[in-house]
């Protein structure tokens, strides 16, 4: 078995570009390198036909029904703030109240809280320890002040997908908008605006093997009208919605990646639940005391969160440095505070430490997939020789009862 | 996080890895941290008549500085008397592994224990005395 190393398996982070993708977007540098903008000459016109044809490319990724509804942006993060300043800003008149979740991408969360700043009023729904809402919950929240619904479709951590169909009906009952942050969605799920009942939707390049730094929202334009008060002002690009010279050579990637993953949609997921199911039990073939986190079905195919029990994840990724993956240890974050997500399903503390988040994505391959767990048994059954809790464990010590001196 | 060589070493060749039997009244046990905060580490040293320390050893839950702490730890420890061992401070071992700022924390554990193994023996010899 020989195995390319290092191995890439952060695929939640980003996504390598496509080759395909890259040689569709290199003649917009050198070659047809106009302003979009610029319709008075070969130059922009032939930019902007490259655009026109991407839109559309975006719009039917997503099921919308006009390209008129793509507002092109920077990535995910500009869309999550579009969207939610946006709307709050928008129908300001109509309420002042938000839901949104508290397992949500910090461009989400930060945008409320900027909100709240402003004077608006915001729930973060809990979640369930599967990590996904309680439609009960969600619909008590509602009340005559609520403007925006904002909840992801799939989540960045665990890879959770939430009831997208079923929140849509709850806000179109009530006449709420929803907003859909489905930026580790698209390709991952089926997913279509109209009929899941999306108002607006962020998502982007870059977790979809298309470029970084290019992403778009999607703004319905019909049952409802939604209106959004622009964030970036300027030149009045993108209806206005969004000033700023289109980046050609991107948003050309980002169609041709959002077409190639979304027509392949059913295959890949296929390709993926099998890779993650083989690491899945290959682990579990070989160890004791491992967790997933998040929901066992209830996610996007190349997702896999798990807990090693006893065993810090940082030293854990040190100990298998020739394979890319994330955690959501405290001691690998510049807070020094354990994920946050982990810590809304009610995952303890102790076990959010040890998690690892395994990102399968389209170039990776069955070989890769045994090597990291080979690899990942090694070390975890070599630091649970050095840990002082997993020999606690074996002397049959309830950690719970131990009087520990942590602050 | 770029590790240091001396992170590195510590945390694939870790020195003095093990337990020692902690009834041994020849035997200090310290154990700090918690499992919350995502550092425990357990040291433990065996002290001669002579009042040298002449073995110790350590099991750490923590990432690779908290590791390579420890290691040095008890590699530090061994061969000193009971006076020299707790003089050794934390900015001791950030200065041998070049820890970062934000893993002096890691560094402060390995001190904590190795003043807890200490109080552990203190109190057998007391109790025995
Ligand atoms: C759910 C989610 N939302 C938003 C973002 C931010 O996307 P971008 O990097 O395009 O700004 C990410 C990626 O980190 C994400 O996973
Ligand atoms: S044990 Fe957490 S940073 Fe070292």
């Known amino acids: ?407 | 996080m770029a590790y240091s060589e001396k992170v590195l070493d510590h945390y694939n060749n870790p020195r003095n890895v093990g337990a020692l039997p902690k009834d041994d009244p020849t035997v200090g046990t310290g154990v700090v941290g918690a499992p919350e905060c995502g550092d425990v580490m357990k040291l433990q040293i065996k002290v001669g008549a002579n009042g040298v320390i002449e073995d110790a050893r350590f099991k750490t839950f923590g990432c690779g500085s908290a590791i390579a702490s420890s290691s040095l730890a008890t590699e530090w420890v061994k061969g000193k008397t009971l006076a020299e061992a707790a003089a050794i401070r934390n900015t001791d071992i950030v200065q041998e592994l070049n820890l970062p700022p934000i893993k002096i924390h890691c560094s402060v554990l390995a001190e904590d224990a190795i003043r807890a193994a200490l109080a552990d023996f203190a109190a057998k010899q007391e109790k025995n005395a």
């Open chain 1, 1 to 407: 078995m020989t195995v390319k190393l290092p191995i890439y398996m952060d695929n939640h982070a980003t996504t390598r570009v496509d080759p395909r993708v890259v040689d569709k977007m290199v003649p917009y540098f050198s070659e047809i390198y106009g302003n979009a903008a610029s319709k008075t000459h070969a130059f922009g016109r032939q930019a902007e036909e490259a655009v026109d044809h991407a839109r559309k490319q975006l719009a039917k990724a997503i099921g919308a029904s006009s390209d008129k509804e793509i507002v092109i942006t920077s990535g995910a993060t500009e869309s999550d703030n579009l969207a939610i300043k946006g709307a709050a800003h928008m129908y300001r008149e109509k309420g002042d109240h938000l839901i949104t979740v508290c397992t949500e991408h910090k461009a989400v969360l930060d945008s409320h809280h900027a909100l709240e700043k402003e004077g608006f009023r915001v729930t973060f729904l809990p979640v369930k320890t599967d990590g996904l809402v309680d439609l009960a919950q969600l619909e008590a929240a509602m009340t005559d002040q609520t403007i925006l619904v904002s909840i992801m479709a799939v989540n960045n951590e665990i890879g959770v997908v939430q009831p997208l169909a079923e929140i849509g009906k709850l806000c179109k009952k009530r006449g709420i908008l929803f907003f859909c942050d489905a930026a580790q969605a698209i390709g991952k799920i089926p997913l279509n605006v109209e009929e899941l009942g999306i108002d607006i939707l962020a998502f982007t390049a870059h977790k979809l093997y298309g470029p970084k730094g290019i992403g778009a929202l999607y703004v319905r334009r019909k049952n409802p009208r939604v209106r959004l008060e622009a964030q970036m002002h300027g030149g009045g690009h993108e209806r206005g919605l969004r000033s700023g010279t289109l980046a050609v050579p991107l948003i050309v990637a980002f169609g041709e990646a959002a077409e190639l993953i979304t027509t392949n949609q059913a295959e890949e997921t296929g390709r993926l639940l099998a890779l993650r199911e083989r690491l899945w039990a290959g682990l579990n073939a070989k160890l004791q005391h491992i967790y997933l986190n998040g929901h066992a079905t209830e996610r996007a195919p190349g997702s896999l969160n798990v807990s090693f029990a006893y065993v810090e994840g940082e030293s854990l990724l040190m100990g298998i440095s020739d394979i890319a993956v994330s955690s959501g240890s405290a001691c690998t974050s510049s807070s020094l505070e354990p994920s946050y997500v982990l810590k809304a399903l009610g995952v303890d503390d102790e076990l959010a430490h040890t998690s690892i988040r395994f990102g399968i994505g389209r170039f990776n391959t069955e070989e890769e997939i045994d090597y990291t767990i080979a690899r990942v048994v090694d070390v975890v059954s070599r630091l649970r020789e050095m840990s002082p809790l997993w020999e606690m464990v074996q002397e049959g010590i309830d950690l719970r009862t131990v009087n520990w001196t942590g602050h």
